[in-house]
C-alpha cells in the first residue's frame, strides 16, 4: 500500500488525484491532505478518506476552526512548516505537490531533501529554481516524476526510448543532466533527442489579435475552452504563460538545452506533447484532456493499471489541428524562452512578477494585455544573479512582487 500526501488537495489537481485514489483503494491510500484556507472543503475530504493529517497552511485560521470539525483519525494541523513537516516524514512514501505557485517550492523542497518520491505538479518549483531541486534530488536520490499532461506525455514518449546509455559518459553535461539522476529519469537519453514540442491549446483567445486582447475581462479569460482548472492556471493558459512556464520546467526536468523545446497549438488537447528523435521519428502521447492519467501514471509507475480516467473514442470521426504559436499577440510565450535561455534568477522573478500580474487582472487593476508587461518590466529591471542560492531567489521573489504590485 503506497502512502500518499495530497499537497493542495482542494485544488484542480488535488480533486482528480483523491478520485484516483479512490478507484486504486487497494492499492494507494491518502495520509495526509492540505489546503491554504479552503478549510471546508479539506474537513469534507477528510471525513470521505480519513487521512492521519489534515493541514491548513493559513496558520491565521487557526482559532477559527473548532477541532471537531475533523473528527478521528484525522490529525489538523496549521501552517507551511506542517506541510514541510510531512513531506519528509516517513510515514509518506509519495508527495503529490499540487499547491499552485511558488508557495509550494518549500513543500516540495522537504520532500526532495529528504529523497522523497514527487509528482511534480507544481511547476513553478523548477521555474523558480530548477538547477538547485535537480542538484539536490541527484544527491539524496529523490524521485521526480512529472505530473503536468505536457511534461508527463515527454516523460512517457521518452520512456518508450529507453537506451543503454548507463554506462555511456555524457559528451555534453547540460544536455545529460538526466542521467546524473538516480530516479526513472536516469535511463533517458537526451543525445538521442532533436527536440521535444508541448502543445498548448491556444486558451479562449486563440486567434485573437493584439488589439482585441487590450478588451478582455476576467470573465473571458476565465472561459477555457477545453480544460476545467483553477482561476490561476487558467489566466496563465489565456495568455501562454502557462506554457512559458511548462519550457522552463522542461529545460531543467529533461536536462535539454532551450533550443530543443518548441510549442504548437493544438486546440483539441488529445496530443499532450511529443518527442522528435535525430532520426526523424516523432513519438506522441494521446488522450483526452482530463488529468486524472497523468496523475495515475505518477502514482503508480513504473506499471500502468486500469483507472477512471477517460478513454478516446476511435468510432467517433475527430480531427487533429496544429498551428505555430502568435508571439507577437501573445509575448508571454517569448518571456518564457529568454528565460529558459538566461536561467539564474530569472525563473524566480518572472514567476513572482507574473503570479501578482495574474492577482490584479482578476481584482480589476491591471489590464489583461499588461500582464506580460508587467512581466517584461520586472524582468528587465532586476540584478541578474546567474547562480543564485535558495535564500538569495526567494529575496528576489519577495522584491519582484513588490515591484509588480507598484507597476502601472
Known amino acids: 500500500m503506497k502512502r500518499v500526501a495530497v499537497f493542495g488537495s482542494t485544488g484542480s489537481i488535488g480533486t482528480s488525484c483523491l478520485r484516483v485514489l479512490e478507484a486504486l483503494r487497494d492499492r494507494l491510500t491518502p495520509v495526509a491532505l492540505t489546503a491554504n484556507r479552503r478549510w471546508e472543503r479539506l474537513r469534507d475530504q477528510c471525513r470521505r478518506h480519513r487521512p492521519k493529517w489534515g493541514v491548513v497552511g493559513d496558520a491565521g485560521l487557526k482559532s477559527a476552526i473548532p477541532a471537531e470539525e475533523f473528527p478521528p483519525p484525522t490529525e489538523l494541523l496549521f501552517g507551511p512548516e506542517a506541510i514541510e513537516r510531512i513531506a519528509g516524514s516517513d510515514e509518506v512514501d509519495f508527495v503529490l505537490a499540487g499547491i499552485v505557485g511558488a508557495a509550494g517550492l518549500r513543500s516540495t523542497w522537504a520532500a526532495v531533501e529528504r529523497g522523497k518520491t514527487i509528482g511534480l505538479a507544481n511547476k513553478e518549483t523548477l521555474v523558480v529554481a530548477g538547477p538547485l531541486v535537480m542538484e539536490?534530488?541527484?544527491k539524496t536520490g529523490a524521485t521526480l516524476i512529472p505530473v503536468d499532461s505536457e511534461h508527463s506525455a515527454i516523460f512517457q514518449c521518452l520512456k518508450s526510448q529507453e537506451s543503454r546509455v548507463e554506462s555511456r559518459e555524457p559528451e555534453d553535461p547540460d544536455r545529460s543532466q538526466i542521467l546524473a539522476l538516480d530516479s526513472p529519469l536516469s535511463t533517458l537519453d537526451s543525445s538521442e533527442v532533436r527536440r521535444i514540442v508541448l502543445t498548448a491549446s491556444g486558451g479562449p483567445f486563440r486567434g485573437w489579435t493584439k488589439t482585441q486582447l487590450e478588451s478582455v475581462t476576467p470573465a473571458m479569460a476565465l472561459a477555457h475552452p477545453t480544460w476545467n482548472m483553477g482561476p490561476k492556471i487558467t489566466i496563465d493558459s489565456a495568455t501562454l504563460m502557462n506554457k512559458a512556464l511548462e519550457v522552463i520546467?522542461?529545460?531543467?526536468?529533461?536536462?535539454?538545452?532551450?533550443?530543443?523545446?518548441?510549442?504548437?497549438?493544438?486546440?483539441q488537447s488529445v496530443v499532450h506533447s511529443f518527442v522528435e528523435f535525430v532520426d526523424g521519428s516523432v513519438i506522441a502521447q494521446l488522450s483526452p484532456p482530463d488529468m486524472m492519467l497523468p496523475i495515475q501514471y505518477a502514482l503508480t509507475y513504473p506499471e500502468r493499471t486500469a483507472g477512471p480516467s477517460p478513454r478516446l473514442d476511435w468510432e467517433t470521426p475527430f480531427s487533429l489541428d496544429f498551428s505555430p504559436p502568435d508571439c507577437d499577440a501573445f509575448p508571454a510565450l517569448e518571456l518564457g524562452f529568454e528565460v529558459a535561455r538566461r536561467g539564474g534568477s530569472c525563473g524566480a522573478v518572472l514567476n513572482a512578477a507574473n503570479e501578482i500580474a495574474v492577482e490584479r487582472f482578476l481584482a480589476g487593476t491591471l489590464r489583461f494585455a499588461d500582464i506580460p508587461r508587467a512581466c517584461r518590466a520586472v524582468l528587465d529591471a532586476h540584478d541578474f544573479d546567474p547562480k543564485p542560492t535558495l535564500t538569495e531567489l526567494l529575496r528576489l521573489d519577495a522584491r519582484a512582487r513588490e515591484e509588480t504590485r507598484e507597476w502601472a
Do not use: I
Not at 255 to 267: C, T
Open 136 to 138: 539536490l534530488a541527484a
Open 249 to 267: 520546467e522542461a529545460r531543467w526536468l529533461f536536462g535539454l538545452s532551450p533550443e530543443q523545446v518548441q510549442v504548437v497549438v493544438h486546440p
